[in-house]
């Protein structure tokens, strides 16, 4: 099992630019979420996927998409990049909605914008 | 409104020594405590986690305390190692209006084990 991974590790984009960040899990679970961590805000819900074909907003979903098209992957799409998107982005997987169920973190995006 | 708060924001402890992060919520519908450990480079890891239905539970040298009353919760590190030296996270979960369990996550805490 690979786990959750994520691509790409680094990324560097100007302002007003696009791009997706993937995300990709083996363990066949049900529950995916996108994370980003700044210094000293610990880490904040973007967007939520219970399932295959549903999509939840989190705690800041604003300048963010997600699609979620099979339980496998579940990119995070960045529609115009501004520098208050520069951060660390973590997606994570569970089995379920259950609380006990144990979250798995990817290894994380280190995005810059300029 | 910060719904976790946890403290200190950085602890420097010898090696050997006991570490104490502390965590505070206000919302009454958390019922899942959750500690994550994280490693420069990493993404988060579960550690240990409490229900609120018990005052305190043991994994190893790590010990979550509860205090419902309270509305507090704290991670105590035995017999601390430089190898422990990381930023820990505490979280609290509670059922979302969709039905999912949503962690809401403290600022984290930077510890570091002097050798």
């Known amino acids: 099992n690979a786990g959750v991974t994520q691509t790409p590790k680094f990324q560097v984009l100007k302002t007003g630019q696009s791009m997706t960040l993937q995300c990709a899990q083996d363990?066949?679970?049900?529950?995916m979420s996108w994370y980003r961590q700044d210094p000293g805000m610990g880490l904040r819900l973007i967007h939520y996927s219970v399932g295959a074909g549903i999509t939840d907003q989190g705690e800041v979903p604003n300048g963010y998409n997600v699609s979620r098209s099979t339980t496998e992957d579940f990119p995070l799409r960045l529609l115009s990049a501004a520098p208050s998107q520069t951060s660390v982005y973590f997606c994570a997987s569970r089995k379920g909605q259950y609380r006990d169920y144990e979250q798995y973190f990817g290894p994380g995006t280190r995005l810059t914008v300029t | 409104q910060q719904q976790v708060k946890q403290s200190p924001q950085s602890l420097i402890v010898q090696k050997g020594g006991i570490s104490i992060i502390n965590c505070a919520y206000e919302?009454?519908?958390?019922?899942?405590f959750p500690w994550y450990q994280q490693f420069p480079g990493k993404g988060p890891a579960l550690l240990i986690a409490i229900r609120p239905d018990v005052s305190e539970k043991k994994e190893g040298r790590f010990t979550i305390s509860f205090n419902k009353s309270a509305k507090q919760f704290s991670l105590h590190i035995m017999d601390s190692q430089p190898g422990d030296s990381a930023t820990y996270f505490c979280?609290?979960?509670?059922?979302?209006?969709?039905?999912?369990?949503?962690?809401?996550f403290g600022r984290g805490t930077s510890l570091i084990v002097h050798p």
């Open positions: 979280a609290a979960s509670m059922h979302a209006s969709g039905g999912s369990y949503i962690p809401t």
């Open positions: 363990m066949n679970h049900e529950y």
């Open positions: 919302n009454t519908a958390f019922d899942y």
